[in-house]
């Protein structure tokens, strides 16, 4: 058989990645401190870019200022539907939806000559990815896994959010109370639980409540060690002859509780990897509106704004002699216009997507965290027009600013479990709350409820759960099985 060579000519599509829509991409998903930095950087590598001032030169191109309120604002639906079925094809959502996209590409990268200026900064986003776990996130792993209700698990993340970098919590019980609209009681509720995460003594208000957790932990808060962190002040001034009083020991017995006290950790959350705290700065802010509802802006204060100095580039341009100055001149110019842009509809995107969060959660609005709907990406991805993945990353590192409180916007996505006569649904934490309530309620009439009766019941109450589901729910609530707890009873 020969072996011949020849040409051919063939058409087909592809979906092209290009360098732009990767870095819209990760644009979308910068925290507003992650963006500041990464604005900085290209006004210095960029000389076409400058700040917006009050007072911009006339012949500078200001971007489109972006609408104040999800009422003012029409919003625009740019993700490209083919790049959307093509990543999906490739089960890969990572460049599903363009931010930017709208017209064709400004330049084309493959052949600019200074390609390194145009990259992301992709330092600290890779750091991100390679770093330990911060102690909130950490923490919030496990109050994820801790079984609590609905509100019980918003209530965990607002204590979490007020954790210093010690672990030492610092909030207000009555004003946090006031605020997310429940009782100082449940918050206490939900706090004794959280002092059971790791690392051990988080979540304490004190050094000696910190001390006294770990020891607590340990089997060894006994009466004279109890006295003993009460009057951690006779310690600090050594004075020994005071303790041994007031914690009734001879001297060898306050030796050994003092090695012990010096065997704990004081601050707990410190030695957790991650990054310093900083001051969370909101992304929107949500007031109620005098007309009714509530109104959603964005926070100006965190959104860069640019302009392309036209002028300076003109001049620029008349002077450059080489084919190569004309060509970076060209570049920083598609450069500059592209971030203009992409900001522009980075704010736009984020507004339209909190927008309708506020939309959904208004009950916790008007109500408090007892009133949480079961909400998750896909419902409001369908809602706007827009890819889970796009809504995926806007509600990353972005915080909304509420009459209750700073949240991120991840905190008003809960899970849902269906409705078994087709009506609302409801979330996942709530069902686990009607399941604990059950078993509690088990003593009194001296039956013992069994995993199929639960979900009886529970279908009864128009939830359709399976019950290898109810299973899984009891047992992240630490119930023991219908089986032990009848012996239990017994046994009691």
């Given at each position: ?10 058409q ?24 500041e930095?990464?604005?900085?950087a290209?006004?210095?590598?960029n000389?076409?870019?400058q700040?917006d ?5 006339e ?6 200022a972006?609408a ?11 993700s490209?539907a ?20 709208g017209?064709?590409p ?37 109050a994820?896994?801790a079984?609590?209700?609905a ?5 965990a993340q ?16 009555d ?5 997310l ?10 706090l004794?639980?959280c ?5 051990c ?11 006294a ?26 004075d ?21 006290l ?11 990897g991650?990054?310093?705290a ?21 926070n ?31 570049d ?68 909304i600013?509420?009459?209750?409180g ?8 809960t ?43 529970l ?5 359709d759960?399976?019950?290898?589901t ?23």
């Amino acid at each position: 058989m020969a072996l011949n060579a020849r040409l051919e000519i063939r058409q087909g599509q592809g979906l092209v990645v290009t360098p732009q829509l990767q870095q819209a991409i990760k644009l979308l998903q910068l925290s507003n401190v992650e963006l500041e930095a990464f604005v900085e950087a290209e006004l210095e590598r960029n000389p076409l870019l400058q700040r917006d001032d009050p007072e911009p030169a006339e012949t500078a191109e200001a971007p489109e200022a972006p609408a104040a309120s999800s009422d003012e604002l029409e919003f625009s639906d740019t993700s490209t539907a083919k790049a959307d079925e093509a990543m999906d094809a490739e089960g890969d959502d990572r460049f599903a939806d363009d931010p930017c996209a709208g017209g064709p590409p400004l330049t084309d990268w493959s052949r600019a000559g200074s390609g390194k200026a145009t990259d992301l900064d992709d330092d600290a986003y890779d750091r991100a990815l390679r770093r330990e776990l911060t102690l909130s996130e950490h923490l919030t792993l496990q109050a994820s896994q801790a079984g609590f209700t609905a509100a019980e698990a918003g209530i965990a993340q607002v204590l979490i959010d007020g954790l210093d970098e010690g672990g030492y919590l610092r909030l207000d019980f009555d004003e946090t109370a006031e605020r997310l609209g429940c009782s100082p009681e449940l918050i206490e509720t939900v706090l004794l639980k959280c002092q059971g995460f790791e690392p051990c003594g988080v979540f304490a208000r004190s050094v000696g409540e910190c001390l006294a957790i770990q020891l607590k932990d340990r089997n060894r808060l006994d009466p004279a060690m109890q006295a003993l962190i009460d009057n951690l002040e006779l310690l600090a001034r050594r004075d020994l002859s005071a303790l041994k009083r007031v914690c009734g020991v001879d001297d060898e017995d306050l030796r050994d509780m003092i090695a012990e006290l010096k065997a704990l950790t004081p601050r707990p959350g410190a030695a957790f990897g991650g990054e310093p705290a900083q001051t969370v700065i909101p992304d929107v802010h949500v007031r109620a509106d005098p007309l009714g509802g509530w109104r959603v802006e964005l926070n100006s204060d965190t959104l860069p704004r640019l302009l392309v100095d036209r002028r300076y580039h003109a001049q620029v341009q008349a002077g450059s002699r080489s084919d190569a100055d004309k060509v970076f001149v060209a570049d920083c110019l598609s450069q500059a216009a592209w971030l203009v842009k992409s900001l522009d509809q980075r704010a736009k995107t984020i507004l339209k997507v909190a927008s309708e969060i506020v939309r959904q959660q208004d009950a916790f609005l008007a109500f408090g965290v007892e009133f949480l709907r079961p909400l998750n990406l896909k419902t409001v991805a369908d809602a706007i027009g827009m890819h889970e993945s796009t809504v995926s990353r806007v509600t990353s590192n972005k915080y909304i600013s509420t009459p209750r409180g700073v949240f991120e916007l991840k905190f008003f996505f809960t899970a849902a479990i269906a409705s078994a006569d087709g009506g609302a649904a409801h979330s996942a934490e709530a069902v686990r709350h009607r399941i604990k309530q059950m078993v509690e309620g088990e003593g009194r009439d001296g039956d013992v409820l069994s995993d199929d009766r639960i979900v009886e019941l529970l279908k009864e109450a128009g939830i359709d759960i399976a019950r290898r589901t109810v299973a899984k729910y009891r047992e992240a609530l630490r119930i023991p099985s219908s089986v032990e707890r009848k012996r239990m009873l017994k046994a009691g």
